[in-house]
């Protein structure tokens, strides 16, 4: 027991000796001074400090949420506008699809209305050709025209050489006279000359398809010089026909610009064409009714010099017909 409380005792004295150093009283002095104008100083500087450093850090703190919710709200549109171009993508896709399919669909249709347009061309050119043939026979003609169809026959003949020749090119040299559109519209105008042909079909023209002779004497002027010669052939032969029949004449003859139209067909380069125009003229001229009504014209206008070269032409039949109808205008008092 005595062993143990003489430790106990060392050891508390050590741990004495421990807490304490021993400092001279100047220095103790001092330390003392320093450590009271620290208390006294510290608190004002340091308190400033951390004031204005609080200060800045509830601005930073501030500003750091606002731009947080700035940055969440940015992000909230970014995944609105993320969602709405991956719509749009989505409709956009969608969308050329389906022009893809109707371009396809587009396409196709070009394709079989083309397709059906040549077929209908080859069936209008072979039936009609068939049909041209028949109407040379009279009892024919008189069974087309007594048939219901017939009024409309002749509009959509004159629709489909209106067609044909605004389908033709500026710069067209010569026709393809092997071309179905060709042979179907040939194949209208020599129907519509052999129609004519019959008194009961001049009738018919004059009385219920009007609108076919306008479209004829109208294409007859739009159409160049040399193109399309025996198509004007057919068609000038039908105009002849009708001027056989007096309300024919009277009608062709009283139409706008008819007379600068035969004018005009004269300077075409075809003799064919030349001489079924003068046949025309011929036709005209040679009725006193209209003579009387478009003599002053005839006379102002009358190309005199083209008919004289045409009566020294080596085509006999153009050349024989030129010089009749010369002898027939000096009623005007030219001189041949």
Not at 61 to 89: G, P, V, W
Not at 249 to 265: M, Q, R, V
Not at 325 to 332: G, S, T
């Amino acid at each position: 027991m005595w062993r143990s409380a003489g430790l106990a005792g060392d050891a508390q004295k050590a741990e004495t000796k421990e807490e304490f150093v021993k400092v001279k009283r100047r220095d103790l002095e001092r330390l003392t001074t320093e450590v009271m104008q620290l208390r006294d100083f510290l608190p004002k500087i340091v308190n400033g400090d951390i004031l204005g450093t609080f200060q800045k850090l509830d601005a930073i703190e501030s500003n750091l949420e606002k731009k947080e919710e700035e940055i969440e709200q940015l992000r909230m549109d970014c995944e609105h506008f993320r969602a709405r171009l991956e719509t749009a993508q989505a409709d956009c896709m969608r969308e050329k699809k389906e022009k893809l399919d109707l371009r396809q669909q587009l396409n196709e249709a070009k394709q079989q209305l083309l397709q059906q347009a040549e077929y209908c061309t080859e069936m209008g050119a072979a039936v009609c050709t068939l049909l041209w043939g028949v109407s040379s026979s009279e009892e024919a003609v008189k069974s087309i025209l007594g048939g219901s169809k017939a009024v409309k026959f002749f509009t959509i003949t004159a629709q489909t050489m209106e067609s044909f020749v605004k389908s033709l090119s500026e710069d067209m040299k010569q026709q393809d006279l092997d071309s179905e559109e060709n042979q179907f519209v040939l194949a209208l105008a020599g129907i519509v000359t052999n129609v004519a042909a019959l008194a009961c079909g001049r009738e018919f023209l004059v009385s219920s398809s009007r609108e076919l002779l306008d479209t004829m004497m109208h294409l007859l002027g739009d159409m160049k010089p040399g193109l399309c010669n025996k198509f004007k052939v057919l068609m000038l032969m039908s105009l002849y026909n009708v001027s056989i029949n007096m309300k024919g004449l009277k009608y062709i003859s009283e139409s706008p610009g008819f007379i600068p139209l035969l004018w005009w067909l004269l300077n075409d380069p075809d003799t064919e064409v030349c001489l079924h125009t003068l046949r025309l003229l011929q036709s005209v001229l040679l009725e006193p009714e209209v003579l009387a009504r478009s003599g002053a014209e005839v006379r102002e206008t009358l190309p005199l010099q083209r008919i004289i070269a045409l009566s020294h032409s080596r085509h006999a039949e153009l050349q024989a017909l030129a010089k009749e109808l010369l002898e027939d205008l000096k009623i005007f008092d030219y001189e041949a």
